[in-house]
């Protein structure tokens, strides 16, 4: 893994990045290293262990509780949406064949919590070019940074779903919606959920919603790409940009985004995914349920898994050679991936290029860490081919 940094250190100074950090754990030999900056205007250099937005690797975080609450039989996956949410049951979904009235009058299929785990539940994202996503946008879905994770929810039952659920794969905010459905069964807020079940079992000490102000100093500054400028710049451009994202709110919750972690603290979730215990022997999640987690659910008419964005760079579909497992992409087809070889190769990543992989046949976990909106997807493609050119 030597290369890494001479690899990294190029992209920085190419203008790609402003500074990365990286954790591998193969056979539990332990391969970490950092460069360059947390804040390229100020030159500070990146700390070890610095914190991070980690955007959408929050899903997998909340993914696992709510197994948990399956393991422990408080939910089941084949439970109805409404079931814990009754302000859906109006839900609608939009017509593409009707423009006289947008909404589909046949619709009779209420999201399960496997849909919602799965992206099968119909819900969209704001960051998308669909007619429920330019309806999130209008009404600021998850803009705020002072509204609580209910009332988010409350503000996403007013609006019709995009799809019938389970009729195709759409990535989208429905693990804010198993967010407030773990609130709701456990009578508890999300942060504090979160806190007893994985952050302090895990000791991941520097994950949450919110950062003290004696850790700001470690936060690394966010940027976003330009590809016709090649150069970084302060977020402005992205939608998702407008998304909250708080420093230290303590009732900000959410379950898409919205949580900060550190190399380290995401790295022992990510070893946790190779057996479902902690090292010193305590279960987070039952052998059962960690294979089911870990296993492809979709039939091949949801093939090939897709996210297009508006404006995105990437000409590629990384996601071609996965299939989707409770709460992660899953490696099903080694012929389409030309990076990956390892049937069952899991994970995720966030908007700001930060990424992790978890790879049992090879008992290897891997976790990359950045903050860069729209990046150049060669830095994740450099520390993957690094990964598996050295096993």
Same mark, same amino acid.
């Given at each position: 893994? *030597?290369?890494?940094?001479?690899?990294?250190?190029?992209?920085?100074?190419?203008?790609?990045?402003?500074?990365?950090?990286?954790?591998?754990?193969?056979?539990?030999?332990?391969?970490?290293?950092?460069?360059?900056?947390?804040?390229?205007?100020?030159?500070?250099?990146?700390?070890?262990?610095?914190?991070?937005?980690?955007?959408?690797?929050?899903?997998?975080?909340?993914?696992?509780?709510?197994?948990?609450?399956?393991?422990?039989?408080?939910?089941?996956?084949?439970?109805?949406?409404?079931?814990?949410?009754?302000?859906?049951?109006?839900?609608?979904?939009?017509?593409?064949?009707?423009?006289?009235?947008?909404?589909?009058?046949?619709?009779?299929?209420?999201?399960?919590?496997?849909?919602?785990?799965?992206?099968?539940?119909?819900?969209?994202?704001?960051?998308?070019?669909?007619?429920?996503?330019?309806?999130?946008?209008?009404?600021?879905?998850?803009?705020?940074?002072?509204?609580?994770?209910? &009332?988010?929810?409350?503000?996403?039952?007013?609006?019709?779903?995009?799809?019938?659920?389970?009729?195709?794969?759409?990535?989208?905010? %429905?693990?804010?919606?198993?967010?407030?459905?773990?609130?709701?069964?456990?009578?508890?807020?999300?942060?504090?959920?979160?806190?007893?079940?994985?952050?302090?079992?895990?000791?991941?000490?520097?994950?949450?919603?919110?950062?003290?102000?004696?850790?700001?100093?470690?936060?690394?500054?966010?940027?976003?790409?330009?590809? &016709?400028? *090649?150069? !970084?710049?302060?977020?402005?451009?992205?939608?998702?940009?407008?998304?909250?994202?708080?420093?230290?709110?303590?009732?900000?919750?959410?379950?898409?985004?919205?949580?900060?972690? %550190?190399?380290?603290?995401?790295?022992?979730?990510?070893?946790?995914?190779?057996?479902?215990?902690?090292?010193?022997?305590?279960?987070? !999640?039952?052998?059962?349920?960690?294979?089911?987690?870990?296993?492809?659910?979709?039939?091949?008419?949801?093939?090939?898994?897709?996210?297009?964005?508006?404006? %995105?760079?990437?000409?590629?579909?990384?996601?071609?050679?996965?299939?989707?497992?409770?709460?992660?992409?899953?490696?099903?087809?080694? &012929?389409? %991936?030309?990076?990956? *070889?390892?049937?069952?190769?899991?994970?995720?990543?966030?908007?700001?290029?930060?990424?992790?992989?978890?790879?049992?046949?090879?008992?290897?976990?891997?976790?990359?860490?950045?903050?860069? !909106?729209?990046?150049?997807?060669?830095?994740?493609?450099?520390?993957? &081919?690094?990964?598996?050119?050295?096993?």
């Amino acid at each position: 893994m *030597k290369n890494l940094f001479l690899k990294f250190q190029q992209h920085i100074d190419n203008g790609l990045y402003p500074g990365v950090e990286w954790k591998i754990n193969y056979k539990d030999n332990i391969y970490q290293g950092k460069v360059g900056y947390l804040d390229l205007s100020a030159k500070k250099p990146i700390q070890t262990n610095s914190i991070y937005r980690i955007w959408s690797m929050t899903k997998p975080i909340i993914s696992i509780v709510i197994l948990q609450l399956i393991d422990e039989k408080r939910i089941q996956l084949d439970d109805h949406l409404n079931l814990y949410l009754p302000i859906f049951d109006n839900l609608q979904v939009v017509s593409f064949n009707n423009q006289t009235n947008p909404l589909d009058k046949d619709f009779n299929i209420m999201p399960t919590i496997k849909d919602l785990l799965l992206h099968t539940a119909g819900f969209s994202y704001n960051f998308f070019d669909d007619e429920v996503a330019k309806e999130y946008s209008k009404k600021k879905l998850f803009f705020s940074s002072d509204t609580t994770l209910e &009332e988010e929810i409350n503000i996403l039952a007013s609006c019709p779903l995009l799809y019938q659920p389970n009729r195709k794969w759409h990535y989208s905010v %429905s693990i804010d919606v198993l967010g407030r459905i773990i609130e709701i069964v456990t009578k508890d807020k999300l942060q504090n959920v979160l806190k007893n079940r994985i952050f302090e079992p895990l000791e991941m000490v520097d994950t949450s919603f919110c950062i003290k102000e004696d850790k700001h100093q470690r936060l690394m500054t966010s940027y976003e790409y330009i590809s &016709e400028e *090649k150069k !970084l710049i302060k977020p402005r451009n992205q939608n998702i940009a407008l998304y909250g994202y708080p420093l230290n709110n303590p009732k900000y919750a959410r379950g898409g985004h919205g949580l900060y972690s %550190s190399i380290n603290d995401y790295s022992k979730f990510a070893e946790m995914l190779l057996s479902g215990k902690t090292k010193d022997g305590k279960t987070i !999640l039952s052998d059962n349920m960690l294979r089911l987690a870990s296993s492809n659910h979709l039939d091949d008419v949801f093939f090939p898994l897709e996210i297009n964005i508006p404006g %995105s760079q990437d000409e590629e579909n990384d996601l071609e050679p996965y299939g989707w497992g409770l709460g992660f992409r899953v490696l099903v087809n080694t &012929e389409k %991936s030309n990076k990956i *070889k390892s049937i069952g190769e899991f994970g995720w990543a966030g908007a700001a290029a930060t990424f992790f992989l978890v790879d049992p046949k090879n008992n290897l976990s891997a976790v990359l860490m950045t903050q860069v !909106l729209n990046a150049d997807k060669v830095l994740r493609d450099d520390f993957i &081919e690094e990964i598996y050119n050295n096993l």
